[in-house]
């Protein structure tokens, strides 16, 4: 466990490892894109892994008492609060262990949540904890709204969505602000691990979790996490949805370990955003001129992280 | 062996902590906690604790961090006041339903608004429902004594709640008074290492903090609140434990010059040290007056108060917190809804006072008597009154 695997930029999830901590028989949706990235990140993490998760689909989809689909030790306490519960779990064991309450061993210190549980409401909480150097690795994922409670914006729904408090009508065109870039917010953190992934390339995804494992101090991985329910596409296109994201540079697969970033997936020859967005509901009412705004901006955007790259 | 030295408050809140031996405290500073924390970051500075300090950036992260740290198994502090106590509330409610048990100490102070740094009673009152078992300190000795029991409450199989120890912000937290301080040995001998029947243990994986549906929540509500009300004698033998080992006794109320008294005053805190000398004058000029204290705030004594007010004809509560817009002092209320279904009770008379550190003297606790008594013969007991408010 926790060592990468070789294959890279093949789609085999057969060469991830048999064994399930996430298990089925949880309640998300069908092609319900952050239950399939849990299910890899914690084939990554092993058993020896204990987890704090915030209040959103992840943990109601997996805990309905009295049934739990964790094989992994696992709380929940709210919602903003992840960071701060988990690096409190890792305080715990490294005073008990120091003081010979417990015997020394690798233990993985997760604290998992939603876009909106990281970026909005638990970003203060986030910040504290990455900023104190705790041994931890925080997992986002990322289905670009609130979930769990019906699909309203978040900081980190894409501009031109329709969401339920973000709705496209008459006078509006959905969500009016671009995604708050948190990979970024992390990095400035100066963490020693900091990385994008997306459960439409799980052995990138895997290999990350396992870096972050084993690296010391926090690490933060954002995941883009396709909700076929809040993004109104059907739910057999998860996979494709996610890979159509990286495809068109709109969300783009990388990794900036001790502050050096490098991409992890280069898109030989990016393909048009439209696809993406005409693949799901929630960009439906977007005009042709919008569409064209989108991807001026995706391409900017992408330029930019060219240049960036090129610097380092 | 014991050593009496002049401490202030919050430094021997501190030192107590420190011979618990802490493994995880994790606070965020606010006046007038502050000495408290101030004093756990030179003792884990220098070396006194081995503790983790978890150096966060709100009381929300806080008290989040002592519940994580908690259900790994770790012994777990913090402390607070005021605007944090209720930035933590959220937190509070789930320490007490997920039965963990984390020691926190409180200097209570005020709520804003208007802001306002110094003491009463409403933040911790703010709190009432949580699920926390409260316990109200009258003096440096009861806080460092309470500070090193709260953890072995907490801890009990039996308990298994989070503990709050309250000592009033200022009037008593920043004040010197003589403390007898314990032995290592003597307080290992009292309190044993916290040893969790159940912990995050990734050799023994189960789920914490699930969601529930409307089928089972009240049978789980139902269970905490006998739970936390089942706590009352075993903090009654933990405290008698105390007394017998080092000679301090402590009871959920206890009760001065009250034994046939035929009113009573009933206070909570610091305060009850002037109304004590308020009663010794009164009784010098002949008056039937006693002095209640009432400790434990959760889980509510209603035996132990309803016992201690039986022979009296009136009762006067003074509360230093205000339930705006509704029934004035909330130990009051209490104590009324506690003493409604008697035949034979004492009528009780409601005074708010001493809000936001302002002083309650002597004199005017014979007032509020005086007063109380008039309201009684009167025949017209309002339901509460703001004492001592300049028109
Ligand atoms: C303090 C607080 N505010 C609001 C909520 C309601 N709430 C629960 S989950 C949630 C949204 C979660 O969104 P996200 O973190 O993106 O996770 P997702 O549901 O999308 O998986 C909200 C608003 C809450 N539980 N607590
Ligand atoms: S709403 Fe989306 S994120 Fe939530 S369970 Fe369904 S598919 Fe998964
Ligand atoms: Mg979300």
Known sequence: ?312 | MARRVGLEVSIACSEAVTLANVDVIAAYPITPQTHIVEHLSEQVAEGHLDAEYIKVESEHSALSCCVGASAAGARTFTATASQGLILMSEIMYIASGLRLPVVMALATRTLSSPLTIWGDQSDVMSQRDCGWITIFCENGQDVFDQSIIAFRIAEDRRVLFPTMICMDGFHLSHVIEPVELLSQEEVDSFLPPYKPEYRLDPHRPLTMGAFTMPDYFMEIKKQQDEALKSTLPVIKEIWNEWGNRFGRYYQPVSCYKAEGAETLILIAGGFSGTAQIAVDRMREQGKNVGLLRLKLWRPFPHQEIRDAVKGAKLVVVVDRALSVGGQGGPIAAELRSSLYHLKKRPAVVSFVAGLSGRDIHIDQFVEMVERAEGHLSAGKIPDYEMFGVRE
């Open chain 1, 1 to 312: 466990m926790m060592e990468t695997l070789e294959i890279k930029r093949v789609f085999v999830p057969r060469a991830l490892p048999l064994r399930e901590y996430f298990s089925p028989g949880h309640r998300g949706c069908q092609g319900c894109g952050p239950a399939l990235a849990i299910r890899h990140v914690f084939k990554a993490l092993g058993p020896n892994t204990i987890v704090a998760n915030a209040t959103s689909c992840s943990e109601i989809i997996s805990s309905p008492y009295p049934q739990t689909a964790w094989k992994v030790p696992w709380i929940h306490v709210a919602f903003e609060n992840a960071a701060a519960v988990a690096t409190g779990i890792e305080a715990g064991y490294k005073a008990m262990m120091r003081k010979g309450k417990l015997p020394q061993e690798k233990i993985n210190f997760v604290a998992l949540a939603g876009d909106g549980g990281t970026g909005d409401i638990g970003l203060q909480a986030l910040s504290g904890a990455m900023e104190r150097g705790h041994d931890f690795i925080y997992i986002c994922y990322d289905n670009e709204a609130y979930m769990n409670t019906g699909i309203q914006r978040s900081g980190l729904t894409p501009f031109g969505a329709s969401t339920t408090t973000s709705p496209a009508g008459k006078v509006s065109k959905g969500q009016n602000t671009w995604k708050k870039d948190l990979p970024a917010i992390a990095a400035a953190h100066h963490i020693p691990y900091v990385a994008t992934a997306c459960p439409s390339y799980p052995i990138d995804l895997y290999n990350k979790v396992a870096k972050a494992a084993a690296i010391e101090g926090p690490a933060y991985i954002h995941i883009l996490a396709p909700c076929p329910t809040g993004w109104r596409c059907p739910s057999e296109l998860t996979i494709e949805v996610g890979r159509m994201a990286v495809e068109s540079g709109l969300f783009n697969l990388f990794e900036i370990v001790n502050g050096k970033k490098r991409l992890t997936l280069r898109v030989p020859q990016r393909r048009p955003v439209k696809d993406y967005l005409k693949a799901q509901g929630r960009f439906r009412h977007l005009t042709e001129e919008d569409i064209r705004f989108i991807q001026e901006k995706v391409d900017e955007d992408y330029q930019l992280l060219l240049e960036e790259l090129e610097e380092v």
